[in-house]
């Protein structure tokens, strides 16, 4: 079954540069040519408001009809065990009756009539899970100088609870159709997070290579190159299939990049910011002040943002476009700009200081050096202090510069040290035997989620050799090193947190022991050695 949107649709005949230029025009205009634009003008938006309330109407009752069919290809699913991420997708677009339907997408890419399975992504990772509040989008492509994917992971997963972690799904949307490219992110993305695939809350996609029509033949404006108008288009191709995908899996979504750093505890913030909202009139909640990064929205307000972005792809960037939606929304002919802004601040509500910081310097457009910093995010907070015992720390590895290990134990600044190399350990030695209760190390911190360690243990010396025959005996059984430490622990996703058994007794010292060359730097944020 397919759904028009009949004669609502017919104003897309309107060219864009009439739709965001009409006010230009007004300043050079007599009385005459103003009373048509303001006329035209808010026929547009009789039809913009009309095209809403049918597409809401008609998704009503076309939800209706389909759930006739959710219920048999229900039936049909449940005898299958064999179903790929892939068409559990499909089905799920199907029975969902989603609102920008794929007749309407074939309207603004026409050749799509040809190819209907180009709006079916290919779903490499992924576990199905919908019902969520927050869904994380982030479209990355190939990039010429750097990637900076895992280190947006490490920081969007840093610090985030195991409920936060059941209850959002980042999708990764590689938009390239290289198929051996995409497999390749997909399988750095799971051996980096395999937990976090496993669990459902990350996924990775790509689209069919007949999604994208022909982008050779685009024209030139606002002085940018074929290349960059190329790039842009592309680029709102990619957000709008990503959301599309995104739209039913959750209550809110949230628009970020590959080349992004997260402050702590940024998802409650968002979820706190979003319920303090006094009226239900916002359409956008802005936790960065840079392009398109840090958007949140209402899941279902996505459709016609979409609808949007795919009638006029080839003429704007995306952040230009989400802007003159708000300004055909609300903003009045018979208003000067200074009105037209304060009610767009209605739908655009902004959050500061801001949550989310662009980190890339080399841009996906091939050649581009964007050194965009958003002036709001202030500064992360890189390490945590703990009042430790008193110890006397050495390591073997290579300091960078003032970040030395006394500092960090002390809690007055991280441990930075270069790449270790199989066999470099770090030591705590006190000065008298201690009793701890429990250890806590975290490794990589807001602007460097990478430097972790890894394939590293946490080690023992205990000072009563009896205890540690009765703990051999009645505990645990304990790996112990040639020098006679004992292995209790290791790090797992740059943590190593955990309780030493009072079998133990009293210990001489504590140590990290590295067991493999890592071509990462090592970065300690957070010691804590609890007697």
């Known amino acids: 079954m397919r759904l028009r949107l009949g004669s609502?649709?017919?104003?897309?005949?309107?060219?864009?540069?009439?739709?965001?230029?009409?006010?230009?025009?007004?300043?050079?205009?007599?009385?005459?040519?103003?009373?048509?634009?303001?006329?035209?003008?808010?026929?547009?938006?009789?039809?913009?408001?009309?095209?809403?309330?049918?597409?809401?109407?008609?998704?009503?009752?076309?939800?209706?009809?389909?759930?006739?069919?959710?219920?048999?290809?229900?039936?049909?699913?449940?005898?299958?065990?064999?179903?790929?991420?892939?068409?559990?997708?499909?089905?799920?677009?199907?029975?969902?009756?989603?609102?920008?339907?794929?007749?309407?997408?074939?309207?603004?890419?026409?050749?799509?009539?040809?190819?209907?399975?180009?709006?079916?992504?290919?779903?490499?990772?992924?576990?199905?899970?919908?019902?969520?509040?927050?869904?994380?989008?982030i479209p990355t492509v190939r990039r010429p100088k750097k990637t900076y994917l895992m280190d947006t992971l490490n920081s969007l997963f840093y610090e985030m609870s195991m409920k936060q972690k059941n209850d959002c799904v980042i999708v990764i949307f590689v938009a390239e159709v290289d198929t051996e490219y995409v497999n390749s992110v997909a399988e750095n993305v799971r051996s980096s997070f395999p937990?976090?695939?496993?669990?459902?809350?990350?996924?990775?996609?790509?689209?069919?290579?007949?999604?994208?029509?022909?982008l050779s033949n685009l024209k030139e404006t606002f002085g940018d190159s074929k290349d960059r108008v190329r790039w842009r288009t592309k680029q709102n191709l990619d957000y709008s299939f990503l959301m599309l995908y995104a739209q039913p899996k959750g209550t809110f979504y949230l628009q970020l990049e590959d080349d992004i750093i997260a402050k702590p505890d940024y998802i409650q913030?968002?979820?706190?910011?979003?319920?303090?909202?006094?009226?239900?009139?916002?359409?956008?909640l802005e936790f960065s002040q840079l392009g398109f990064i840090g958007k949140l929205f209402r899941s279902r307000d996505l459709p016609l943002i979409v609808e949007f972005f795919l009638m006029f792809h080839k003429d704007k960037?995306?952040?230009?476009?989400?802007?003159?939606?708000?300004?055909?929304?609300?903003?009045?002919?018979?208003?000067?700009?200074k009105h037209c802004e304060r009610q767009k601040a209605y739908l655009r509500i902004s959050y500061k200081p801001s949550l989310f910081q662009h980190v890339g310097l080399h841009s996906s457009l091939a050649g581009k050096i964007q050194n965009l910093k958003d002036k709001d995010f202030g500064k992360s907070r890189l390490f945590k202090a703990h009042d430790n015992p008193s110890a006397k720390v050495s390591t073997s590895l290579k300091v960078f510069q003032h970040?030395?290990?006394?500092?960090?134990?002390?809690?007055?600044?991280?441990?930075?040290?270069?790449?270790?190399?199989?066999?470099?350990?770090?030591?705590?030695?006190?000065?008298?035997?201690?009793?701890?209760?429990?250890?806590?190390?975290?490794?990589?911190?807001?602007?460097?989620?990478?430097?972790?360690?890894?394939?590293?243990?946490?080690?023992?010396?205990?000072?009563?050799?009896?205890?540690?025959?009765?703990?051999?005996?009645?505990?645990?059984?304990?790996?112990?090193?040639q020098d006679g430490y004992l292995q209790i622990g290791a790090f797992e996703n740059g943590i190593a947190d955990g309780k030493i058994s009072p079998s133990i007794g009293k210990i001489h010292a504590l140590r990290l022991s590295v067991h493999s060359s890592s071509p990462m730097w090592a970065l300690l944020s957070e010691i804590f050695l609890k007697t």
């Open 317 to 337: 960037p995306i952040d230009w476009l989400l802007d003159h939606l708000l300004w055909v929304k609300v903003c009045s002919p018979e208003k000067d700009a």
């Open 8 to 137: 609502a649709l017919s104003f897309v005949c309107l060219s864009a540069a009439f739709c965001f230029t009409w006010y230009a025009a007004r300043s050079g205009s007599g009385g005459t040519g103003l009373d048509v634009y303001q006329s035209q003008f808010l026929e547009l938006h009789q039809r913009l408001l009309f095209a809403e309330k049918e597409n809401q109407k008609r998704s009503y009752e076309l939800n209706s009809v389909l759930n006739e069919i959710k219920r048999v290809v229900g039936e049909r699913t449940n005898a299958s065990t064999n179903v790929t991420d892939s068409i559990k997708w499909k089905l799920l677009s199907v029975t969902n009756g989603l609102p920008v339907h794929l007749t309407n997408i074939q309207y603004y890419l026409p050749h799509l009539q040809q190819h209907e399975d180009g709006i079916y992504p290919n779903v490499v990772i992924g576990q199905g899970r919908s019902g969520v509040s927050l869904v994380m989008g």
């Open 403 to 481: 970040f030395t290990l006394e500092k960090a134990y002390k809690g007055a600044e991280c441990f930075w040290a270069f790449a270790p190399v199989a066999g470099d350990y770090i030591l705590f030695s006190f000065f008298q035997p201690l009793k701890i209760e429990r250890y806590f190390f975290r490794s990589g911190n807001m602007e460097h989620p990478g430097d972790k360690l890894v394939n590293t243990t946490v080690e023992v010396l205990p000072a009563d050799k009896t205890n540690l025959q009765l703990a051999k005996d009645n505990m645990q059984n304990f790996k112990r090193t």
């Open 195 to 214: 937990n976090e695939v496993l669990s459902g809350a990350l996924e990775v996609i790509s689209p069919p290579a007949s999604y994208y029509p022909q």
């Open 269 to 284: 913030i968002i979820k706190d910011f979003a319920k303090q909202q006094s009226s239900n009139d916002w359409m956008i």
